[in-house]
């Protein structure tokens, strides 16, 4: 019961006034009596955790979807009610929820107030009207500026806005131009993420071309640059926050910490057990509790647990140095020493360590120190386009790294941290029969 003291809360609203071009999510066009229903199954959701494990305590609450705020005023003083009549919320844990700007008004403001929401976060995605149409968005650029002044004028000032790039037809000037407009309200974090043509969106039904990966990468490059001069620290592939801001919710997942997902297609992860629903509504409202997870038989025997390990740029002497607190820290976690290298070759991660391990990214820069940081994050970005639902996942990976200037308790601290996290994991597939392989790859960027 001690994993369950401090566990993660996401609830999935699954519907939207209008899907997107781009969007793959499962959701569901809203109506009054779809909101009903889908309140009612989630209300027993709830209860069955109040009921059997009323101990639980909640570290942070994520409400996503789809989007959470086309629901009517009525089904949103409903949905809290719901949270707060069976779970445990203190007032100061980070509560956030996802908002669109088309869909923002006083009154559900007001009601997130009463609610204790303390961070919001508005799907812009684009400042340009062309785009926004091209993306099939539903608001324009005057009615997101009004949106987050109508936000900012109710109090709330731990803003998220998400943005996509590398969209066919744009160009890095229109991302300029969108950063340099929502930075002047000044948001604690930004979300990015790269345009991906998913299977039965109306992209791909249009038989959309991507633009190519060196678009992709000049444009993520720029974004990690412009916002690293305004403060910004690039914390996780997608993610940048101002200091003290990082999303709590979503570093918990990246930590294999515990979670609960109420709602069609979330998932749990709690007293090392995995819980999912179908992402279908019409499932759910049947039967909402939360169902196991089970393996296949034979479906999996091994687990690659892969550590990329790096110190400062062009410095091999200190990614060895890395590599050595990681070996005395690793010794008797399952990691086999005859699988430990250290790489030179800019383009190994591309032919190896993606194309043979079949790498999908699971935590990305959780562990990492100093200047080195997000050194390989662009490629890990493109993989996680790739991987869709269902994919295998029996190779995870992990980063590791410092300047050759940080003391060596801050070193250790950050291989303690590691190894903590890597024990977690090592523990899960055990209890599924499956035996865990961790793998120290070396690498120095640009080294001799």
């Known amino acids: 019961m001690s994993d369950l003291q401090k566990t993660a809360l996401y609830l999935h609203i699954p519907f939207c006034i209008k899907k997107c071009a781009y969007c793959s999510f499962y959701k569901k066009i809203w109506c009054q009596d779809l909101e009903k229903n889908y309140l009612a ?86 400042l340009d009207d062309q785009t926004l149409r091209y993306l099939g968005r539903i608001h324009d650029q005057r009615t997101a500026l009004k949106a987050i002044d109508l936000i900012q004028n109710c109090g709330f000032n731990n803003l998220n806005f998400d943005l996509i790039f590398g969209i ?61 001069q305004h403060d910004f620290n690039h914390y996780e592939v997608s993610a940048f926050a101002k200091k003290n801001h990082r999303c709590i919710h979503n570093l918990n997942y990246w930590r294999f910490g515990s979670y609960l997902g109420l709602g069609p297609g979330a998932h749990s992860f709690f007293n090392n057990q995995r819980y999912a629903h179908k992402s279908d509504l019409n499932d759910y409202l049947l039967n909402p509790n939360p169902k196991l997870v089970t393996p296949k038989k034979n479906h999996q025997t091994e687990q690659n647990i892969v550590v990329f390990v790096h110190g400062t740029v062009n410095s091999p002497r200190t990614t060895g140095q890395a590599l050595k607190v990681l070996r005395n820290t690793l010794d008797n976690s399952g990691y086999d020493k005859k699988t430990e290298f250290m790489r030179n070759d800019p383009f190994f991660f591309q032919s190896q360590a993606i194309d043979q391990l079949g790498l999908i990214p699971v935590d990305i820069n959780n562990f990492e120190y100093g200047s080195a940081k997000c050194l390989f994050s662009h490629i890990y970005d493109m993989v996680a386009q790739q991987a869709k639902e269902g994919a295998a996942t029996n190779n995870n990976c992990y980063t590791f790294g410092w300047t050759g ?22 523990e899960y597939f055990k209890n599924l029969g499956i035996q865990t392989r961790i793998t120290l790859v070396g690498y120095s960027h640009g080294g001799n």
């Open 41 to 126: 199954a989630l209300k027993k959701e709830a209860h069955y955790y109040h009921k059997n494990f009323p101990t639980l305590s909640i570290s942070s609450l994520f409400l996503g979807g789809g989007t959470p705020s086309c629901l009517s005023t009525h089904g949103l003083e409903t949905l809290f009610q719901i949270i707060y009549d069976n779970f445990k919320i203190n007032p100061h844990i980070e509560k956030s929820i996802e908002v669109n700007p088309d869909s923002v008004t006083l009154q559900k403001l007001n009601i997130f107030k009463r609610y204790q929401i303390n961070r919001i976060s508005l799907g812009i995605q684009s």
């Open 405 to 426: 200037t940080l003391s060596k308790s801050a070193r250790l601290r950050g291989a303690e941290k590691l190894y903590k996290s890597l024990q977690k994991e090592v």
């Open 168 to 228: 066919p037809g744009s160009n890095i000037d229109q991302l300029k131009n969108t950063l340099t407009l929502l930075l002047k309200f000044n948001p604690s974090h930004l979300s990015t993420y790269a345009l991906s043509i998913e299977s039965g969106t109306k992209l791909y039904r249009q038989k959309t071309t991507p633009v190519t990966n060196q678009i992709e990468l000049k444009e993520y490059r720029f974004l990690r640059h412009f916002l690293a």
